[in-house]
């Protein structure tokens, strides 16, 4: 997975001299130019998956006013180059199928969930408060890969229209997600990194065999090369597992199998997103007993709808082989 931070290059400030320093520097070599510093505002090299969820609201004089403000802010957000929304009702969908709070109450097991159900990396929401007759508007910042939690807040009265509150407050919240995104999303970790701790975390335990098999489509479309199974395949062959091919299935002591597909999010620009999910489980081949089962969803953005496809399999599937293989072992 790429990771979303880079930072941009400040220009060196310009010293102010004296006309007797300036003569006297006028004779001398140019300085070498000092290292750039990065600016607070760090540019985000990717798009962050982010999903408004409800608010809560307290006091008589803003009653109603919690579902004004994630709609206007998901609105508001919804323009920001650097964030892509997750869509409300697909939201709602996942939640309400998998009975997760919607509600500025998300702990941080239901964020780590609620992330790896729709693919959101921050998640934003909050609370409207009536406090001596002015109005807080209060938002928590969640990192679903980190579940760190930080704040942004805007006050206004009773008499003020909700939408510059709320407009203020979305650009508190993008500011905090480029600025402190180092605490929000997990850092990237290289492909030989992952293998070696999954590697550590099976220790000597003796592996199974396994033949995997992950067909997948992208809108409807069969895929020729699956991803999912790829990497699931390169997971298991890099950890230790005698991998057969399908064509063998019958040799091996457990089968994982599932499906993958990949749908087109939305384009902005010359970038397209696109969300995965990949759904496997584990068959002892003998019994027919289902030793373990798992889903992953993710969200991944490029130039290209089937790159952009591509990358969101594999980067779900991954996940899923880091929980499910250490499952599998004696």
Known sequence: MKRILTLTLAAVAAISFTARAADAAAAKPAATPAPAAATADAKVLDPVPTAVLAFTERGAAVKGDAEKVADLLFAKLST???LWLVDRQELDKV???????????VNPAQAVKIGSLTGAKILVTG??????????????IIGTETTRVLGSSVKGSQKDDLAPLVGQLAAEIAKTV?????KLIAPEVKLEDRIAALKKTMGDAKRPSVSVHIPEGHVSVIVIDPAAQT????????????????????KADIKLEGEAFSEFGMRRGNLVSVKARVEIKAVDRKTGQILA???????????TEIIAGKKALQSAAARLAERMLPKLVK
């Open 127 to 140: 609370s409207v408060m009536d406090i001596d007759k002015d109005i807080y508007i209060v938002a928590k």
């Open 178 to 182: 480029k600025q402190q995104s180092d």
């Open 80 to 82: 920001d180059p650097d």
């Open 231 to 250: 990497e699931v395949t390169l997971f298991c062959k890099e950890t230790g597992f005698e991998v057969f091919d399908t064509t063998d299935a019958s």
């Open 293 to 303: 089962a798992d889903r992953e969803t993710a969200v991944e953005v490029d130039l």
């Open 95 to 105: 939640l309400n199928e998998h009975e997760l709070s919607a509600s500025g109450m």
